[in-house]
T-cell receptor, first 113, second 112 residues
Framework: KAGVTQTPRYLIKTRGQQVTLSCSPISGHRSVSWYQQTPGQGLQFLFEYFSETQRNKGNFPGRFSGRQFSNSRSEMNVSTLELGDSALYLC????????????FGPGTRLTVL | DAKTTQPPSMDCAEGRAANLPCNHSTISGNEYVYWYRQIHSQGPQYIIHGLKNNETNEMASLIITEDRKSSTLILPHATLRDTAVYYCIVRVKDTSGSRLTFGEGTQLTVNP
């Protein structure tokens, strides 16, 4: 089975721009979660989607949004980028029938200049 | 989700057992202990989880104390590739959400 894939792997943007990151979960997985990892804050939960519906949301401003498509692929969008948005963005997928074992992708490294 | 406490760093000699402790004194009866690890610049990787019985899989063993207030992850024969940050997470195991709350974890360094 192919693992979780994320595109792009690296991205450089400037302040004020917006960015869209993509995540393809493991085949058959309907839950997709997003996390932000920074040296200062560590790994923080952004949101989770299940069957195209947002099921959980972390404590992030409204500039961070996401969506999930009918094929379970997910995108997250960050608008009006700030320098502090520079981070590794990780996507994880899990199966409804499994024991909440999360499979993480390699992440997208976003740098905001 | 219950809070966990882990030592910030540990060292282990290659080939020896690595024993990583985790305190979760406020754990509730329906909360499980999960372990993940993150090798530098990669996504976290699931290792093992348990409720109250000791668990073993191909990667590691999980020992949970009888009062469930602490646990130990054991890597029986550590290799250099086991150098990573190890996260102990306590949460309810259900299908209503997959949110994981990561702490700071333990940086395990396996030395040759």
């Amino acid at each position: 089975k192919a693992g979780v894939t994320q595109t792009p792997r690296y991205l450089i943007k400037t302040r004020g721009q917006q960015v869209t990151l993509s995540c393809s979960p493991i085949s058959g997985h309907r839950s997709v979660s997003w996390y932000q990892q920074t040296p200062g804050q560590g790994l923080q939960f952004l949101f989770e989607y299940f069957s195209e519906t947002q099921r959980n949301k972390g404590n992030f401003p409204g500039r961070f949004s996401g969506r999930q498509f009918s094929n379970s692929r997910s995108e997250m969008n960050v608008s009006t980028l700030e320098l502090g948005d520079s981070a590794l963005y990780l996507c994880a997928s899990s199966s409804w029938t499994r024991n909440n074992e999360q499979f993480f992708g390699p992440g997208t490294r976003l740098t905001v200049l | 989700d219950a809070k966990t406490t882990q030592p910030p760093s540990m060292d282990c000699a290659e080939g020896r057992a690595a024993n990583l402790p985790c305190n979760h004194s406020t754990i509730s009866g329906n909360e499980y202990v999960y372990w993940y690890r993150q090798i530098h610049s990669q996504g976290p990787q699931y290792i093992i989880h348990g409720l109250k019985n000791n668990e073993t899989n191909e990667m590691a063993s999980l020992i949970i104390t009888e009062d469930r207030k602490s646990s130990t992850l054991i890597l029986p024969h550590a290799t250099l590739r086991d150098t990573a940050v190890y996260y102990c997470i306590v949460r309810v195991k259900d299908t209503s959400g997959s949110r994981l709350t990561f702490g700071e974890g333990t940086q395990l360094t396996v030395n040759p």
